[in-house]
């Protein structure tokens, strides 16, 4: 059986943790967990409700780390498929 990558469910995550943590790795690289909660929550107290929760799940399952590797990924993904277009291109 393949191991998960880090950027996908661990083992022992919440699907409430998991879902946070594909909000703010989708954020993008400004991994700002207050700015990736408002693009969820209604108004502003719902961000500062969440945040401290966010804050300690960010903490325990290595949010930065692991949206730095999917970024990664997502760049070798790009990178390969831009390769095979070149090769395309070169025939």
């Known amino acids: 059986m393949e191991e998960n990558q880090s ?7 919440t699907s409430k943790a998991f879902g946070a943590f594909c909000t ?3 954020y993008g690289s400004a ?5 990736a ?15 401290r929760t966010w804050r ?8 930065t780390r692991r949206a730095a ?4 990924y997502l760049d070798k993904k790009k990178l390969a ?3 095979e277009v070149f090769e395309k291109l070169q025939d």
């Open 7 to 13: 950027w996908e469910w661990q083992k022992g995550e």
């Open 69 to 72: 590797d999917y970024d990664d």
């Open 56 to 63: 300690n799940w960010a903490g325990m399952y290595n949010w």
């Open 81 to 83: 498929g831009q390769c």
């Open 37 to 51: 909660l408002k693009i969820i929550a209604k108004d502003e107290a719902e961000v500062e409700r969440k945040y």
């Open 31 to 35: 991994g700002n967990i207050k700015m």
């Open 24 to 26: 703010y790795r989708d």
